[in-house]
């Protein structure tokens, strides 16, 4: 076990990115606080330093530790939206995408202004009906999914799809955020990119906002690190700093949440005011018996729909104390909403429905607050 290669992600999510182990040397990395390098002759042969737009040693430690935990290499933006936009510059110009048609609103909302400007055409397929995605794929330049998907908890099956999408030579990408590299690893399954948003489980402390591309590609690494580098869309050395400082502790949030996200699914769908629960650990959930192949664990996400509609989701999202009504996902903290109030979520998504992000607090105070506020 003295082997690098033999140790657990929960190990490397610890050790990786860290500086040289010498005598008298941190044990963590320094912010590296600078917009300029001394260069070397001639011009970017040897010095890993040009200019912060080009490149940082924080990045660097960051995207290492990120890299190994999804097993490739990883370029880190200055934020998920930042990945994205760089993902679909991927696509050739007047290409097809087919993507889930419920996933990450923001996402959609890009690919459709790209798709109205003749950037590419634009396909959007229930991603846990694989038959759907695999006649899809015919024809297709580029595959984006989420698997859980964000907020339905959809579950897609990657092996399947992967292997159809490799063997018609359709490029294809996973926002990997709702599962982290812990649970879950879609370029052992042949993707050809990873997303994160990692201002959500990677930095794991609401402080941070990033985001990051995953690839074993030289030539797809190649167009992506030039991407941001002419774009702009990077992150700051302390922001990358913190979000490093964040993933050493990612095993034991993501633990904890998802163990309190399975007691809270199982009270939540035997409570009378919620209609359904929707998370892959739930025996009753259709994603179950294929998350359970192809994860290994179901995660501190869930959503539920309230059986009074969309007013009993309102209700319910006023009347919690512990629990914070919020947009975002993966911290320490317990967040909530009703995610339809946001203009550009999709309408596969029910009026009715409340994601819940479990943080960090005692299960039983969780669902002392929840229990008080359906009962409200």
Request: hydrophobic share 50%; net charge negative; charged share 20%.
């Given at each position: 076990m003295?082997?690098?290669?033999?140790w657990?992600p929960?190990?490397?999510?610890?050790?990786?990115?860290?500086?040289?182990r010498?005598?008298g040397?941190p044990?963590?990395?320094?912010?590296?606080?600078?917009?300029?390098?001394?260069?070397?002759?001639?011009?970017?042969?040897?010095?890993?330093g040009?200019?912060?737009?080009?490149?940082?040693?924080?990045?660097?430690?960051?995207?290492?530790?990120?890299?190994?935990?999804?097993?490739?290499?990883?370029?880190?933006f200055?934020?998920?939206?930042?990945?994205?936009?760089?993902?679909f510059d991927?696509?050739?110009?007047?290409?097809?995408?087919?993507?889930?048609?419920?996933?990450?609103?923001?996402?959609l909302?890009l690919?459709?202004?790209?798709?109205?400007?003749?950037?590419?055409?634009?396909?959007?397929?229930?991603?846990s009906?694989?038959?759907?995605?695999?006649?899809?794929?015919q024809?297709t330049?580029?595959?984006?999914?989420?698997?859980?998907?964000?907020?339905?908890?959809q579950?897609?099956?990657?092996?399947?799809?992967?292997e159809?999408?490799?063997?018609l030579g359709v490029?294809w990408?996973v926002?990997?955020?709702?599962?982290?590299?812990?649970?879950?690893?879609?370029?052992?399954?042949?993707?050809?990119?990873?997303?994160?948003?990692?201002?959500?489980?990677?930095?794991?402390?609401?402080?941070?906002?990033?985001?990051?591309?995953v690839?074993?590609?030289?030539?797809?690494l190649?167009?992506?690190?030039?991407?941001?580098?002419?774009?702009?869309?990077?992150?700051?050395?302390?922001?990358?700093?913190?979000?490093?400082?964040?993933?050493?502790?990612?095993?034991?949030?993501?633990?904890r949440?998802?163990?309190?996200?399975?007691?809270?699914?199982?009270?939540l769908?035997?409570?009378?005011?919620?209609?359904?629960v929707?998370?892959?650990?739930?025996?009753s959930?259709?994603?179950?018996?294929?998350?359970?192949?192809?994860?290994?664990?179901?995660?501190?996400?869930?959503?539920?729909?309230?059986a009074?509609?969309?007013?009993?989701?309102?209700?319910?999202?006023?009347?919690?104390?512990?629990w914070?009504?919020?947009?975002?996902?993966?911290?320490?903290?317990?967040?909530?909403?009703r995610?339809?109030?946001i203009?550009?979520?999709?309408?596969?998504?029910?009026?009715?429905?409340v994601?819940l992000?479990?943080?960090?607090?005692d299960?039983?105070?969780l669902?002392?607050?929840?229990?008080?506020?359906?009962?409200?």
């Amino acid at each position: 076990m003295s082997d690098p290669a033999r140790w657990s992600p929960a190990t490397r999510a610890v050790v990786a990115g860290r500086p040289a182990r010498e005598a008298g040397a941190p044990v963590g990395p320094s912010v590296e606080l600078t917009s300029t390098y001394v260069s070397w002759e001639p011009f970017g042969a040897t010095d890993p330093g040009i200019y912060t737009r080009m490149n940082n040693a924080n990045w660097r430690d960051l995207e290492q530790a990120v890299g190994v935990l999804e097993g490739g290499t990883a370029v880190v933006f200055g934020a998920g939206m930042a990945a994205a936009a760089a993902l679909f510059d991927l696509v050739p110009a007047g290409g097809r995408v087919v993507m889930a048609d419920a996933c990450y609103g923001s996402m959609l909302s890009l690919a459709g202004k790209l798709a109205a400007a003749g950037r590419f055409s634009l396909e959007l397929v229930d991603v846990s009906d694989t038959g759907a995605v695999l006649a899809a794929l015919q024809g297709t330049d580029w595959l984006i999914i989420e698997s859980p998907t964000n907020p339905l908890l959809q579950v897609a099956d990657l092996a399947a799809i992967g292997e159809a999408a490799n063997r018609l030579g359709v490029r294809w990408a996973v926002d990997n955020t709702f599962a982290t590299p812990l649970l879950q690893n879609p370029l052992d399954f042949g993707a050809s990119v990873v997303l994160h948003s990692g201002t959500k489980y990677l930095a794991g402390h609401s402080d941070v906002v990033l985001g990051v591309l995953v690839a074993r590609d030289p030539s797809l690494l190649d167009a992506i690190v030039a991407y941001r580098g002419l774009h702009g869309g990077i992150l700051g050395p302390m922001e990358a700093w913190l979000a490093l400082r964040g993933l050493r502790t990612l095993a034991v949030r993501v633990e904890r949440q998802q163990a309190s996200a399975g007691v809270l699914a199982r009270r939540l769908a035997a409570h009378p005011a919620v209609e359904r629960v929707r998370y892959p650990g739930l025996a009753s959930d259709p994603g179950h018996v294929l998350a359970a192949r192809q994860m290994r664990g179901f995660g501190g996400m869930l959503s539920i729909e309230l059986a009074g509609g969309r007013e009993a989701a309102d209700a319910l999202v006023a009347a919690v104390r512990l629990w914070v009504p919020a947009t975002s996902l993966g911290g320490v903290e317990s967040l909530l909403e009703r995610r339809r109030r946001i203009p550009a979520e999709p309408p596969t998504v029910p009026e009715n429905l409340v994601r819940l992000s479990v943080g960090l607090e005692d299960v039983e105070d969780l669902w002392a607050d929840l229990e008080q506020a359906l009962g409200a």
